[in-house]
C-alpha cells in the first residue's frame, strides 16, 4: 500500500492511498489509522508533498562499504548517527535549492528511508520491523564543504530542501534486498542493494531505539552506497538547472530540480 501527501483543492494537505492513477483520499491520522473516503483526485497534476512531516531525521553514514572507503576512515564498528534538521524536509518535485553561502560543493546521496509508525524504546532485532509503517526514498543532500569543515556534520547537512522524501511510503516492503540507483542528469550515479548495508533496518532501528525513543513519525535514513559526487575525479557536485531521481525497487522514483538561491 502506498499513503501520499498531497495538497487538496483547497490548499490543505491530506493525505490518501496511491490506486492506479488515482488517489483515494484518506480520513484519519498517518499513526493511528487512515480510512479510505469516497473521493478520489488524480494522481497526475497532483502536488505530493513529503509523505509525513517527521519529529526526527536521524540519519546513518558509512553504511555502505563502497561509500565508507571512498569518504575515508573504514567499515565502521557501529553505526554512525548523525542528525538533519526537519526544516530541510521537502517533497517529490520540489525544487533543492544551493545555499547562497555553500554553494559550490554539494553534493547528492540516494537512501532508503524507514519511518517508524509506533513508539520504539530498547526494540530488539527480531521485533524492530514491527514498528515501521512504511518506506520511502530519500535524498541526504550534503555541503561538503562544510561538512569536512566543521567540526561535526549537522550543518552542511540540514540546509533548506536537503532532504528530500518521496513520492509515498510504501508499507508493504522488505527492505533487506531493494535495488537502489541515484541518477542526476538522467545518468546512473549510484547502483547498489540495501542487502550491501553494513548494518541492516533491524540492527539500525534496534540501536538507535537503545538510546533513545523513536516516536511516531521518527525517520531513519539508511546510509547511501559508493558513487557519490565528491569522490569522483574530477568531482561531480551538483549545479542548478541539474535533476536529481533517487530510485529504489519496490518504492518508486523520487525526483528533485536543482536551483541557485534567488
Given at each position: ?226 558513487g557519490v559526487g565528491s569522490a569522483r575525479q574530477p568531482p561531480r557536485y551538483l549545479k542548478p538547472g541539474d535533476v536529481m531521481e533517487v530510485e529504489i525497487g519496490g518504492i518508486g522514483v523520487l525526483r528533485n530540480r536543482v536551483v541557485a538561491a534567488p
Amino acid at each position: 500500500m502506498k499513503i501520499v501527501r498531497f495538497l487538496d483543492a483547497a490548499g490543505e494537505p491530506c493525505h490518501g492511498f496511491v490506486e492506479g492513477d488515482r488517489i483515494r483520499v484518506a480520513a484519519g491520522d498517518l499513526f493511528d489509522g487512515l480510512a479510505p473516503t469516497a473521493r478520489t483526485v488524480p494522481l497526475a497534476g497532483t502536488r505530493l508533498l513529503a509523505p509525513l512531516a517527521p519529529v526526527n531525521v536521524l540519519a546513518i553514514g558509512r553504511n555502505y562499504k563502497a561509500h565508507a572507503e571512498e569518504w575515508g576512515g573504514g567499515v565502521p564498528r557501529a553505526p554512525v548517527m548523525f542528525m538533519k534538521a526537519t526544516s530541510s524536509v521537502i517533497g517529490p518535485e520540489a525544487d533543492v535549492v544551493l545555499p547562497g553561502i555553500a554553494p559550490r560543493a554539494v553534493d547528492f546521496e540516494a537512501e532508503l528511508a524507514v519511518v517508524i509508525g509506533r513508539a520504539a524504546r530498547n526494540v530488539g532485532e527480531t521485533q524492530a520491523l514491527d514498528y515501521v509503517l512504511g518506506y520511502t526514498c530519500a535524498n541526504d543532500v550534503s555541503a561538503r564543504d562544510c561538512q569536512r569543515g566543521d567540526e561535526q556534520w549537522c550543518r552542511g547537512k540540514s540546509f533548506d530542501t536537503f532532504c528530500p522524501l518521496g513520492p509515498w511510503i510504501e508499507t508493504e516492503l522488505d527492505p533487506s534486498g531493494c535495488t537502489i540507483r541515484g541518477r542526476v542528469g538522467g545518468e546512473t550515479l549510484q547502483d547498489a542493494n540495501t542487502a550491501q548495508l553494513i548494518f541492516n533496518v533491524p540492527c539500525l532501528i534496534s540501536y538507535l531505539s537503545a538510546g533513545m525513543t523513536l516516536l511516531p513519525g521518527t525517520v531513519i535514513l539508511t546510509g547511501t552506497p559508493g558513487g557519490v559526487g565528491s569522490a569522483r575525479q574530477p568531482p561531480r557536485y551538483l549545479k542548478p538547472g541539474d535533476v536529481m531521481e533517487v530510485e529504489i525497487g519496490g518504492i518508486g522514483v523520487l525526483r528533485n530540480r536543482v536551483v541557485a538561491a534567488p
